[in-house]
């Protein structure tokens, strides 16, 4: 009979240690995956400046963008080292922000960032393709954004953001093109949701279990007698 009580109790004990250990698992898995998705559509009152490079068929662009009202306070807008060069298959200007993809070597590598009074900014990386519409005296840009990474509530952020431009050309082409983006896509953000500490789940599978053991202790205490 003492042979069975110690059976029945050590399957007591085992049975809601396996599950316990389960499910905190789980749940600590799903804790880490979520994600908070912003979606971003806005636009910026942009001012495009074009330096070209000396001894070579390629420019570099900087561009600034301002809108007060820009969702969660990112108001200021810049994309900085960008190159551009004239493909004279398509009459269009192609925009990277590698130069050595131009065959350029030893310039900084360009990037965008969104930034407002405060902590929160995004980071990110571009490519666009520009034509010049001489039918309204414009030069219309469209590209893609690459968000991958930032600061603040933003830290780790990746997504993707889509633009449209249009600055009027000027006749002094060493002037800054002032004109408009139009953005539009999303970025997500991981939770940042505290995991529990080992101590403080060990303690918890530990109680639980001991409360269980003691309750069917009591209860092959009653059958035996």
């Known amino acids: ?60 662009a900087f561009i600034s963008g301002y809108n007060p009202n820009a969702p969660y306070g990112l108001t200021n807008f810049q994309s900085i080292n960008n190159y551009s060069r004239l493909d004279p298959a398509t009459g269009n200007l192609v925009f990277v922000q590698d130069a050595s993809l131009f065959g350029l070597q030893g310039f900084p590598i360009g990037g965008e960032e969104f930034s407002g009074s405060g902590n929160d900014k995004l980071f990110g990386n571009s490519t666009a393709i520009a034509s010049f519409n001489f039918a309204n005296n414009t030069l219309d840009g469209s590209g893609v954004v690459n968000i991958t990474g930032g600061t603040g509530r933003f830290q780790g952020a990746i997504g993707t953001l889509n633009f449209t431009e249009s600055e009027p050309l000027s006749e002094d082409p060493t002037a800054p093109l002032s004109g408009k983006t139009f953005l539009n896509g999303s970025f997500q953000v991981a939770e940042k949701i505290p995991e529990p500490t080992t101590n403080m789940a060990l303690f918890g599978v530990a109680a639980s279990d001991r409360t269980r053991f003691l309750a069917a202790s009591s209860a092959v205490g009653k059958t035996v007698i």
């Open 1 to 60: 009979m003492q042979f069975l009580t110690n059976m029945l109790r050590a399957s007591k004990h085992s049975f809601w240690l396996v599950p316990a250990v389960t499910l905190l698992g789980m749940g600590i898995t799903a804790k880490v995956n979520a994600q908070t998705v912003y979606p971003f559509n806005t636009s910026y009152d942009t001012e495009v400046t074009l330096i070209p490079i000396p001894s070579t068929d390629v420019s570099q």
